[in-house]
């Protein structure tokens, strides 16, 4: 058994909240039927405490709290996570690195998505908006080694792409001499296309530490997701497509 | 001194010509004032010959030919190419190795290219498209492991994107479940802004080269070539973005 | 003297306010300095008392008001507004009536822009940014003859823009059999390029009113204006591009 | 009895070639089992001795010969074409004209297209391919006033679009104090879904034509064409989709 969150989207957490700082607290926080409680929360305690792997493909706030961590290590469960890396996001985590390599210094990043499906309504709730932009925005300055001043995420939804999801994004870069140039990307994709497959390896990848005995954040899966949990607490993981791929290549074939 | 070709297109030439297949064939095609030999190759074997390292920009055939390697080998001359990776096919060698990674089948690449100045004009010439567009189409199979049926690569005379360069690129991909999608991509360039930095830096890697004494193709340069030279002839080159600067980087790391 | 309102975009304001609703109303709120009465209206005020023709290039409410178009009557003054159709939306009012011409239903409209001048940043206020999304959104529904379900237009500040603009919309179109289509438009433009020939004109033909004796709302300018005043309150402006500059070329044609 | 041509584009043909100068010398041709007479104008010229009404959907020549209008004349038979006006070309007669109405100058039109079907398989034919661009040509310079230096059009068969179709435009426009912008245009379309309710249309305009005894050229079915049959040999047509739109709904209602 693995249990995958791929619920709709909860409200933004503060995550330093003092509930969320040790597994103590937590469950204190539990007993006294707290709201600072969520969902996600709830089902990540009780897989981790049944010793079962858990993955959360979703924006919202759950094992990646401090008390589940502790968790995690403590039962020995690994653990992975968070938002699946699908469309535009996994598409900025390529053509990122790529700008640092020919030294195009991105000035700009506009992105924009438009989705019709029940994930995208749920994204009109401002809290739960909140959670995604965040998951959508981090990666991009990580990869670049600087911060890019105008990166805009804006989410829509827009019932006639129905199950079907749209990103536009303009990127400006400056070349060498201060040149301007403009990239523009345009996506047609199918959101539960792109998500199913890394669902699926992500349960594999998380059985497969399981049965190796590896609990605690299972950081070789960065690969799958927006914004990846790392072992240490608070360290950068690994956002490039290219090298998370390496991660997760050379882990499997360490078996 | 290093040479660089940065001259406008020849036209494509049948590289497996008798006067191309050793350097005594080629010195006595030379005598013989053969049409065989084009400027490119000229220039290239006056280089090769008086030692000085030699970097192909262009798409035209010059050091690439059997001949030439043999000459650069023998007089211990590092030799480079060919033409330089500025847009386009820049872009195409980053995205193919994401889709691979993430399953993502390319049914078909059509691209598009647009540009108004001398570079451009050449490339009216029926002959020295052709040789444009084999550096352009070479690489995508390569990467992705299987021959794209419908691979197109148009390149357009158009006066009034004057010195700019723009490029429209259509990728149809199957996903999960044979499910279609379609990625677009736009990039406003600068021919010229995008392809200073990499001759400057093929001069300096060739320089280097010589330097350290490694004569013959600088395989290690493929990052900055739509088609690298590989040391082996015949073989493979590596073609993807991020694994051509990780083989760049690697190299320079051992000075 | 011609006066045109080319100031930044103010808050949106209720238009209904009894202050608004006949001269004296206004006037009594002007002398018990109610907040009510915004820069824009106070300008307004300040020509037609004077009998100075009026134009308004912005959203802002202004000469648009029961109690104004009351005194532009009165003192026999042309005025003319609002909002110049300069990039998207003039695009709009191009594309929609033939996508009705060919009988394709618009099921979505989906238009984001980009902008990065001071105009760009006052639309970073709330207030500002409604009056603007409201004259860019009304003309739509009323040129197909239906109403557009998903009608969705987003305003972005983002500086790398500068004194340029960027539109970029995506159609969804039903045609025959009800089959779905898309078309998407991406608009790089000069904001201040596309507005001031459209100014110059708006001052002509409103000191041409002038001379001619025609005081009141110039309805025949409506091809200048993302919401066209109209003669009678109320009534719905013309707004397919085409019908409005036959509309003005007829007017001109009677002097 | 309608007859409308439906089938594939065939080669570009010299249309001031003798045999299509009168009815006689076509006659004459056509008994000399003479090469210059294709399936097209065979078909055409059927039908109009019939007194059957012709429309020509296609860009092959054939009712659009003089010898064949006299036929037409001659029979009191109308005839109609050509080549359906239906994605990429509809967009530029309704963009074009709005052009001109801003006084954006057309530097230059880069125009795309990409298909799948057996129409696009034809259209690798390169005397197929010279017909269509022909029709697909002519219309802006019209619109415009002045010639357009830089039009090129550009189709390609691309099996991955299947029966759909798409069309990726790049305009390059002047403004005031030549300032330049751009406008692109991607139209994802279904060729036969826009094309059949014209050719419904076609039918019924000629049926009417027919009813109320008017042989000819039907100019006033401009609207569904991309080079419009002129009831005076070699007069301008009207391209401007919206002017043709009136033209036909006058004609319409004069009945």
């Known amino acids: ?68 961590v502790e968790l995690a290590l403590r039962t020995g469960t690994p653990v992975a996570g968070k938002d699946g890396k699908t469309g535009q996001t996994m598409i900025k985590s390529v053509l990122a690195p790529a700008f640092k390599t020919r030294a195009l210094r991105v000035e700009g990043w506009f992105s924009t998505n438009i989705l019709g499906n029940r994930d995208g309504l749920a994204l009109s709730n401002a809290g739960s908006l909140a959670s995604k932009v965040k998951t959508k925005s981090s990666l991009l300055d990580d990869i670049l080694g600087y911060e890019v001043e105008d990166h805009i995420v804006d989410i829509r939804y827009y ?8 990103a536009w994004d303009n990127v400006d870069l400056r070349g060498f001499l201060g040149q301007p140039m403009q990239l523009k990307v345009n996506f047609l994709c199918k959101d539960s296309i792109l998500a199913a497959p890394l669902a699926i390896e992500i349960a594999r ?23 990846p949990m790392t072992r240490e607490p608070g360290a950068k993981p690994e956002n490039a497509l290219h090298r998370q791929e390496a991660i997760l290549l050379e882990w499997i074939s360490r078996f």
Do not use: W
Not at 25 to 42: K, Q, R, Y
Not at 159 to 166: A, F, H, I, T
């Open 1 to 68: 058994v693995v249990v995958i969150n791929l619920a709709s989207t909860e409200r933004l957490v503060e995550e330093d909240g003092p509930e969320y700082a040790t597994l103590a607290a937590f469950e204190a926080a539990l007993d006294a039927d707290s709201p600072a409680i969520g969902p996600a929360m709830l089902y990540a305690y009780t897989a981790l405490s049944a010793g079962i792997p858990y993955g959360n493909f979703t924006p919202s706030v759950s094992a990646d709290l401090p008390a589940l």
């Open 159 to 166: 019932k006639p792409r129905g199950d079907d999801k749209e």
């Open 205 to 227: 990848c998380l059985d497969l530490a399981k049965r190796r005995g590896l609990g605690g954040p299972l950081e070789e899966a960065s690969v799958f997701f927006k914004m």
